[in-house]
């Protein structure tokens, strides 16, 4: 079989959600007038970037002080994966998406940032995977290269790739040895297109199936001349855009009301039309915060914007959400408002709110505090860290800590979330 060509670009980060407190300070900051026009990326030894170190220090989250390395480093990351659009020049701008992604973790929408950061990335990826450069993308737009495309048919082909197959078509070609794999791997997984599993004793990956409108629109996609991977990755939902239909199918099946709102004003716009400006993103914005950013603060502030599990110390409005206890696509005749409904809701961190709604725990109307076997499973837990994961099993039978005024929850919520989307002890 052929192997890959290319030095498949890829973004050599975790893309940790600990890293938006950072370039969202940053992003704020690179409005102001000191800052616009300047590059961020310019040598930092030069006497005259002396500003570089003020600029980086307003990156500041907690008490971790931000050198201009670490800040390069981050903002690199964050346009790698399809959050920034790439440029070197201040301000930095978030791509569509990544705004309305950073506007999600920010209202507590959590299942609907999940499915941001994964199309994000899932986008980028399939963009930057042309060839080797955005210039190769842009001067000489070849099939041939085309490794996620290549990936995709191998496995509708043959269903699994080992690692060790997937690793030799990765470097095989190339000098490089060690460390690509495992950032390509990481990439395409959190891209969430492809699944981690163990089978005999071996890692192997597959398609995965809920995404497939996606991985469709990658398989038939042929390349052409006519758009730069830059505005590919900034606009992935205008007219034009590659990925688009597949990226619309997949938030019309999982996107609340407002992202979808959001999103169907965005992909009226056509990618060659230079009017794409904040004014537009702020329009869509506006509609994302819509009318349920209402509950998602009453939830968070009802919890002092702490995770309510007990062993769990995140804190602060970015990185809590609101986490619906029976999930607010659930059309429920005895409920009718559940998903406005105070009693269905509880403050958690991105990760346990992961956790939870993958069902690795659940809680009981007391609050007492249940968890699956599943959580040691390395497939279920993969994209959440071994330290957030040790949270939840310390707090096994602890009791959930129920936000101001509250001594139980609706047990038809917590009932519906034990049968329906608890994974069992
Ligand atoms: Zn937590």
Redesign the pocket.
Known sequence: MTIFLGDWFHSRTTGKLSELATIQNLYIASRKNEYIGKSWSIDRRNPKNAWLYNFSAEGITGSKSIQPSTMQTKIRNFIRLGFLEDSTLLPLKWTSLGLLWSNSVKNGEGEDSNLLYKMIIANSIATRSFTHTNRDYDEYPNEDTLVVKKLIKYLRKNTVISYAKLSDLIDGDTSRVGKNTSYWINDLIQSGLFIEKIMENERVYSLNAEYEPMIQAIEDYVPMNRIRAKEIIAYPLAIGAPFREGLITIFKQYASDNLLEAINTLKNINISDKLIDERILDRTIAIQRGRNSGWANDIKSLYDYK?A?PG?D?EGSIFIEAAHIMPHRVNDILRPNSKEDLNNGVA??M???KMYDAGLFTFDLTGKIIISNFIYSYEAVQNVEQE?VQ?ILISSNKKLNMGHGRNQFDGHYTNYHKEHIFLGE
């Open positions: 995770c599990i769990c995140a958690l961190c990760s346990c709110h957030n949270r």
